[in-house]
């Protein structure tokens, strides 16, 4: 079992910034994925980003060149930093965590005021 427990979100203004943090604990030699999605009210949840290995990343398009994400080798933590936010980019975050199975944070809600 892996654990996930998230941090960093709030409110902001157009343009702000934000940070991001999960931090992993229990049988995370198993992750081989580390992420963040985000779901906003009456839509899916949807990718943000990803980093495997701690090397690899990918890239919602909607977030490309504003939002950068960083982890450990040893697989135990993940940051989201956000810059230039936008209203669209309001959500509640969840940290995801990928092994033999997908694990979720709780979630972190992130309110971009216009």
Known sequence: ?????????????????????????G????ITTMGWYRQAPGKQRELVALITSGVSTTYADSVKGRFTISGT????????????????DTAVYYCYAGSARNYWGQGTQVTVSS
């Open 27 to 30: 049988s995370i030699f198993r």
């Open 1 to 25: 079992q892996v654990q996930l427990v998230e941090s960093g979100g709030g409110l902001v203004q157009t343009g702000g910034s934000l940070r991001l943090s999960c931090a992993a604990s």
């Open 73 to 88: 080798n040893v697989k135990n933590a993940v940051s989201l930093q956000m810059n230039s936010l936008k209203p669209e």
